[in-house]
């Protein structure tokens, strides 16, 4: 070696020939430590390793204790020698030492893929750890909860999990939010097994309340974790009453891989207490996935009073489901809700899929909602007992400001305005639908509204039993070929400036008239199909044979 200083390539560490190099070295730093190669000249069998100790005024004796010469006299500041090598086998026997010592990554250098950055190899290990640095086995029966914790607290954020089932008595470590966890191993917690990394293959279940208080803890748990295609997470709440839940909020990037399930044979075994103070919610997705809701029994609170009342106090009110912003959802058909001023809201283009049979009961505006471009799918649904007295709302089906409703062989009964709604650019598909009992119409559409009602294949749309029938006024549409309007209280059909598509419909045994048509409304009839029956109890004389009305045409 022929230069009297060098920085090894990749190194932190100075390596000169002399002592002479080493009094004359002034880049020093606190407990720095330096490479010697010779005492007056290189491999002279004088060489070791100094460590520069800024406390120091030892008087310089040319071997132990070096002064820089940029140091004066008196002032502290030398060259300590810490291993003094006759021969440079033993000057490498040193250097393993030191290298092999607690603090010897920090004497190593990395740089990444030529990367111009250089750092520590001590630098580098702390972007993460592992638990297995602070004594975790992963064995299965070694308590590990100290040493997960011990990781948490050393303050790095990932902390990498080797493969193992690591025994932790503590659930809270699960949940941790200041790290995250990384790698193939497993927590073991009670009886449950749960990975500590991402989800790559498998049905990961995830306990509440055993493990997770709330679903929304597991869900936290999630983020961040990839799930991998062919895995399934099932966020499973045990039976129970539950109250003081918050918000259920997914937003998982996979979460068409996630499903959250009650009981899914009996609902009535989880029930949920929803607080509708400040418009809560059972839950609510907005923008993202979820690949199934299912087994729950939702139930409002602080909201309801009685049928049709509602404690104003605190508007607005809540919904059971509402996906809002291009969100999807599936909702399984063993859900039930009752209380809850809406049961399922789709807004701004979301859309929910609810399967058959699930029922609303006790609603305040709506039961199932499509709204501002949103889209339900409620196929054999029901809606039962609903309405706001007060504020004249109660509506089992509805599609508004573009909103669009399939509703096939479903049935609303009861609701404090209506039974099937299309306002403003809604769009409500009910073939084969029933309407009964309803405060004001069976079924209407309204301000540019189409409502289709036809026939299912041979179960036709029976509207009967509310205050009117089937209306379609302000450019709304209907299509209700083939239905049957019966026992309303006053007119089965009546148009008033809209359409109506009346092929082949039976309106009889209404208080009113059968068909009436005012203000240029229009309803359409196939000559000879469509029945249209004398028997109605007080047809109206202002109107030709309580059929017709001035400048409308059927």
């Not at 500590?196 to 803890?217: A, K, M, R, S, T």
């Not at 979301?350 to 399967?355: P, S």
């Amino acid at each position: 070696m022929t230069c009297n200083q060098t920085i090894q390539s990749g190194s932190n560490i100075p390596v000169l020939n002399t002592v002479q190099a080493l009094r004359t070295f002034n880049n020093y730093q606190d407990e720095m430590t330096i490479i010697v190669l010779g005492n007056l000249s290189y491999s002279d069998g004088n060489g070791g390793i100094y460590t520069f100790d800024s406390t120091s005024t030892l008087a310089d004796d040319g071997i132990n204790t070096i002064q820089p010469t940029s140091i004066a006299s008196g002032t502290p500041g030398r060259y300590i020698l810490t291993n003094l090598n006759s021969s440079a086998d033993g000057l490498v026997t040193a250097l393993k030492a030191q290298y092999a010592s607690s603090s010897g990554a920090s004497l190593i250098g990395y740089q990444y893929d030529n990367n111009t950055s250089i750092r520590t190899v001590q630098n580098r290990l702390t972007d993460s750890v592992s638990v297995k640095d602070f004594g975790a086995v992963g064995d299965g029966t070694t308590d590990d909860t100290a040493s997960f914790k011990n990781a948490i607290n050393s303050g790095i954020v990932k902390i990498i999990v080797p493969v193992g089932n690591y025994l932790i008595t503590d659930s809270s470590i699960i949940m941790e939010n200041t790290c995250s966890f990384d790698g193939p191993g497993n927590f073991l917690f009670q009886s449950y097994t749960i990975p500590c990394g991402e989800i790559l293959i498998g049905h990961v279940i995830l306990p509440v309340p055993q493990v997770f208080p709330q679903p929304n803890n597991a869900l936290g748990f999630l983020n961040g974790k990839t799930i991998k295609d062919g895995s399934l997470v099932t966020i499973q709440v045990a039976d129970g009453t539950y109250t003081g839940w918050g918000t259920i909020s997914p937003s998982h990037p996979d979460g068409d891989k996630i499903q959250i399930l009650g009981n899914t044979t009996s609902r009535d075994n989880v029930k949920v207490m929803v607080d509708l103070t400040n418009s809560n919610k059972f839950l609510y997705i907005s923008g993202s996935r979820l690949g199934l809701i299912d087994g729950f029994s939702i139930i409002g609170s602080k909201g309801w009073v009685s049928t049709g009342v509602w404690d104003e106090s605190i508007t607005p009110y809540g919904a059971a489901i509402y996906a809002d912003a291009d969100a999807f959802i599936t909702v399984g058909s063993e859900v039930f809700t009752q209380k809850m001023y809406y049961g399922f809201r789709a807004d701004h283009n979301a859309t929910i899929l609810i399967r058959e049979n699930v029922l609303v009961n006790e609603y305040g505006d709506v039961g199932y909602h499509a709204y501002g471009g949103g889209c339900i799918y409620a196929n054999n649904c029901y809606a039962d007992t609903g309405g706001h007295t007060s504020v004249g709302l109660g509506c089992g089906f509805m599609a508004e400001f573009g909103g669009v409703m399939q509703c096939e062989m479903s049935n609303s009964h009861a609701g404090g305005q209506y039974g099937y709604a299309a306002f403003s650019n809604g769009v409500l598909w009910g073939l084969g639908l029933n309407a009964s009992y309803n405060g004001t119409f069976g079924i209407v559409a309204a301000n540019g509204g189409h409502l289709i009602a036809l026939a299912y294949n041979n179960t036709v749309s029976d509207i009967g039993y509310n205050k009117y029938g089937a209306s379609a006024h302000m450019n709304g549409s209907l299509e209700l070929s083939g239905a049957k309007v019966h026992n309303n209280t006053l007119d089965g059909v009546n148009c008033n400036m809209g359409s109506i598509d009346a092929s082949n419909t039976i309106s009889n045994n209404n208080g009113g008239c059968g068909y009436i048509v005012r203000a240029n409304g229009v309803i359409f009839a196939a000559p000879g199909t469509t029945n249209i029956s004398t028997d109605n109890v007080t047809p109206d004389t202002a109107n030709t044979g309580g059929i017709l009305g001035a400048n409308s045409s059927l």
